[in-house]
């Protein structure tokens, strides 16, 4: 089966609104009639302005968390419906980042992976190792772990929409990259374990990113691995032009 590649930038905590604006801006002629979705996912306060923007194009907008309550006493929080309204489609969740640094557990990305599923958004759920574990032989391990309590209550015909992305934890932000023969054995790993909860039917239709360093140079011999499907993209996707050869690969 033929999966659609897809390519989305993880924009982290960078770009203001006026900025924000611009990439997108120089974005959008420059990935316009790509053969892969692209996504980018921007700060909460660059949605509204990139949204506007965005409407009608071939670039479709992400966020990098949400909360699982639809509202409550939760400060500093952003529900499902709130990023809905703002024409959101994809939502990053269980970021290494958000696990390391704002208490993120499997059992938190669970409940955010049901959440978005009711409300109609696409999750892109994030498993990976740290340095440590991969030396100990335990990658396999922590991502079946990982994904199986991610998908806990989530359906066949759910989960063939979900968008899984593998970063290695040692390689993100690091400029080390995993090979791209590391990467697509834990991407297959993965691939696995949806076959084993879901059938094979559903392996193949699910798509996996890899993300982790990749940029320009590297991501053609990721993405043509046969378990790659995409790449999240975090320091490269702040550059229009680096993130377009991303999404220009070929493999």
Not at 38 to 51: G, I, K, N
Not at 57 to 75: C, E, R
Not at 166 to 173: F, K, L, V
Not at 190 to 213: D, H, N, P, T
Request: net charge negative; with cysteine.
């Amino acid at each position: 089966m033929s999966r659609k590649k897809i390519v989305a930038g993880n924009w982290k905590m960078n770009k203001t609104p006026e900025e924000a604006e611009k990439l997108v801006s120089e974005l959008i002629p420059m990935v316009q009639g790509s053969d892969v979705d692209v996504v980018v996912c921007t700060p909460y306060t660059s949605l509204w302005a990139a949204a506007n923007i965005l409407k009608g194009t071939d670039i479709a907008l992400g966020a990098q968390n949400m909360h699982f309550a639809d509202s409550g006493a939760y400060t500093g929080e952003v529900s499902a419906d709130m990023l809905l309204a703002l024409g959101v489609k994809y939502v990053i969740i269980g970021h290494s980042e958000r696990r390391q640094y704002f208490g993120e557990t499997d059992d938190t990305v669970n409940k955010k992976i049901l959440k978005a599923l009711e409300k109609g958004l696409i999750p892109i759920v994030c498993c990976g190792e740290s340095l440590e574990q991969r030396e100990l032989g335990v990658t396999g391990e922590l991502v079946r772990q990982q994904i199986k309590i991610a998908f806990r209550g989530v359906t066949a015909e759910q989960a063939k929409g979900v968008v899984i992305a593998y970063e290695p934890i040692w390689a993100i932000g690091t400029g080390k990259t995993a090979t791209a023969q590391q990467a697509n054995e834990v991407c297959a790993i993965i691939r696995g374990v949806i076959g084993e909860l879901y059938g094979a039917s559903v392996a193949e239709q699910i798509r996996i990113q890899y993300g982790g360093s990749m940029n320009a140079g590297n991501a053609a011999e990721l993405m043509s691995q046969p378990d790659i499907d995409g790449g999240l993209i975090g320091g490269a996707s702040l550059k229009a032009e680096d993130f377009t050869k991303i999404v220009k690969y070929r493999g």
